[in-house]
C-alpha cells in the first residue's frame, strides 16, 4: 500500500518536479517506511531515502529543509547499518544544519538530536549520548510543554525519556535508567485513564511497564 502509494506520488512529482505536494508527499512516505524498512533491509532502505532526498532538493523552501533533515536523520541509520558510520554521522550534521538555518519546529530539532544520540550510542560513545540527551531534556522544559493536555508534547518528552534509559542503561547508569522509565510509566498511567480507549496512549502504556 505504502510502495502504491509512493509510486503514484513520484509519477505526479515526474511531472511537476517543482511542485512540493507532491516531492513532499514522497519524503514524507520514503521517511516512514523506510524508518520501518531498514530494520530489514538497510540497502533498500537506504535507496528510498536517497530517492526521496533527490526529489525533495528540486524544491528548495522552509518546508522541503525540514523533510529533507527528517530523511537525512533517518537515512543515517541505514548507512550505520550497512557499516558507513562517517556518512551517517554526516548526514546527521548536515540535518543538523538544515535546522539551524532555518529555525524548523521542535519536533524536527528533536527528532535529529536523537539520532545523533543514537549514532552516539551505536558507535560506543554513551557519555556523548547521556550528555546530548540531557540537554535535549532540558531544552524541552525551557519550552513549557503541556505534558498532560498536549500528546504531541507527552510524546516527545516520553520519547526524550526512552532515549535517556536506554542511554544510561548503555553507560552502566541503571538507577538514573530505572528512573527514567518510571516517568514514562507515570505519564502514560495518567494519559490512560484520561483516554483508556486511546490506542496510540496504550501502545505507549504498555511499551513503559
Do not use: C
Not at 500500500?1 to 515526474?14: D, G, L, N, S, T
Request: no cysteine; hydrophobic share 45%.
Amino acid at each position: 500500500m505504502v510502495e502504491k502509494a509512493r509510486a503514484i506520488a513520484e509519477a505526479a512529482a515526474r511531472q511537476n518536479p517543482d511542485d512540493f505536494r507532491f516531492t513532499g508527499r514522497i519524503a514524507i512516505l520514503s521517511r516512514d517506511y523506510g524508518a520501518i524498512l531498514r530494520r530489514t533491509d538497510p540497502r533498500r532502505a537506504l535507496r528510498m531515502f536517497d530517492e526521496a532526498l533527490a526529489y525533495i532538493r528540486a524544491t528548495p523552501n522552509a518546508r522541503s529543509r525540514r523533510e529533507m533533515a527528517g530523511l537525512l536523520a533517518n537515512s543515517s541509520y541505514a548507512l550505520r547499518d550497512l557499516g558507513q558510520v562517517d556518512e551517517a554521522l554526516a548526514r546527521i550534521d548536515e540535518a543538523l544544519a538544515l535546522l539551524r538555518e532555518t529555525g524548523q519546529p521542535l519536533a524536527e530539532v528533536e527528532h535529529t538530536v536523537r539520532a545523533l544520540a543514537d549514532h552516539y550510542l551505536a558507535t560506543g560513545h554513551t557519555h556523548g549520548a547521556v550528555d546530548l540527551l540531557e540537554q535535549l531534556r532540558a531544552g524541552l522544559e525551557r519550552w513549557n510543554l503541556n505534558l498532560m493536555g498536549d500528546l504531541r508534547d507527552a510524546a516527545a518528552v516520553s520519547r526524550t525519556w526512552d532515549a535517556l534509559e536506554r542511554a544510561y542503561a548503555a553507560d552502566g547508569q541503571g538507577q538514573r535508567a530505572r528512573a527514567y522509565r518510571r516517568q514514562r510509566r507515570e505519564l502514560w498511567n495518567a494519559w490512560a485513564v484520561r483516554q483508556p480507549r486511546n490506542a496510540f496512549v496504550l501502545r505507549q502504556r504498555e511499551d513503559a511497564r
